[in-house]
C-alpha cells in the first residue's frame, strides 16, 4: 500500500480530557479513553471533527494512536488498521465507516457507531493483542475473515450483538457471544474443501494470502460455497 495515507496522522491533536468532555454520556467513552493506560507510553490522540471521504487507501501508523472521526469515514480504497506488537490503538467513529476492504490486526481497536459497509471482505486477526472491530449498527460485507482468537460485534441498535445487523458470512472461530459463523475457520480438514487455492498454504486458510487476494478482488469462498451458504443465509 505505497500510496496510502496515514490516517492516525489526520487531524488535530487533543488531550483524554477534551475526549472525555466531547463524549460524556456515549457508551463507547470509557471504552475509548482506556486506551490511555493500556500502554506504557500514553499516546497523544487525534480528532478529525467532520466526515473524512477519499478516494484512496488509508492505512495507520505502528502506533500507539488514537484517532477519533467525529463524522463519517468513506473511503472508494482499502482501510489497513494495524500496529506494532503490544501498541494497543484505537479507532473510534461516530458516523458510518464505508471501504472496499477492511484490514483490522495486532492491537488495533476500531469501534463505529453507524453502519459498516464493506463492498469486499473484512480479514481481521490478533484478538488475543485487542484487535477488534464493532458497530453499535449494522455490519455488511461479501465475507468476513477472522481468526480463531478475533471477534467482531454489530449491536443494530440494541444493548448487545444480534444475529441480524450482520448482513454477510462470517469465517470465524465458535465460542463467541457475539457472532456465529458460518464457517468455522478452527476445523482446518474442510479448509481446501471450502476455500479458494488463492487463499490456501498448507492446506489451511492463510490471513496474509487471504488479504492479498481479496484486495485484487477475489473472494475467499469457493463460488459454489459462498453461493450456497449465501441462500441458506438469504442474503
Request: glycine share 10%.
Amino acid at each position: 500500500m505505497a500510496d496510502a495515507e496515514t490516517l492516525d496522522r489526520l487531524g488535530r491533536e487533543v488531550s483524554f480530557e477534551e475526549l472525555a468532555e466531547r463524549f460524556k454520556g456515549h457508551d463507547m467513552r470509557d471504552w475509548l479513553l482506556e486506551n490511555r493506560t493500556l500502554v506504557s507510553e500514553e499516546p497523544k490522540p487525534r480528532l478529525i471533527e467532520g466526515s473524512l471521504q477519499v478516494d484512496h487507501d488509508l492505512e495507520t501508523g505502528d502506533g500507539p494512536w488514537v484517532l477519533v472521526i467525529d463524522g463519517d469515514l468513506v473511503t472508494t480504497g482499502d482501510l489497513v488498521c494495524t500496529t506494532d506488537d503490544y501498541a494497543v490503538s484505537t479507532l473510534f467513529i461516530t458516523g458510518q465507516l464505508r471501504a472496499r476492504n477492511i484490514r483490522f490486526q495486532s492491537s488495533a481497536r476500531v469501534s463505529v457507531d453507524g453502519d459498516v459497509v464493506v463492498s469486499g471482505v473484512i480479514v481481521g486477526t490478533g484478538g488475543d493483542s485487542e484487535a477488534s472491530l464493532g458497530t453499535s449498527s449494522t455490519l455488511t460485507a461479501r465475507a468476513v475473515v477472522l481468526d480463531s482468537n478475533t471477534a467482531i460485534w454489530a449491536k443494530a441498535g440494541q444493548p448487545r450483538s444480534v444475529p441480524e445487523a450482520y448482513r454477510t458470512l462470517i469465517v470465524g472461530g465458535k465460542g463467541w457471544q457475539s457472532f456465529i459463523p458460518d464457517v468455522d475457520v478452527g476445523d482446518p480438514s474442510h479448509h481446501q474443501q471450502t476455500f479458494v487455492p488463492e487463499v490456501i498454504r498448507g492446506g489451511v486458510l492463510d490471513a496474509y494470502k487471504t488479504w492479498s487476494h481479496v484486495r485484487t478482488g477475489g473472494g475467499p469462498l469457493l463460488p459454489e460455497v459462498e453461493q450456497a451458504l449465501r441462500q441458506k443465509k438469504g442474503l
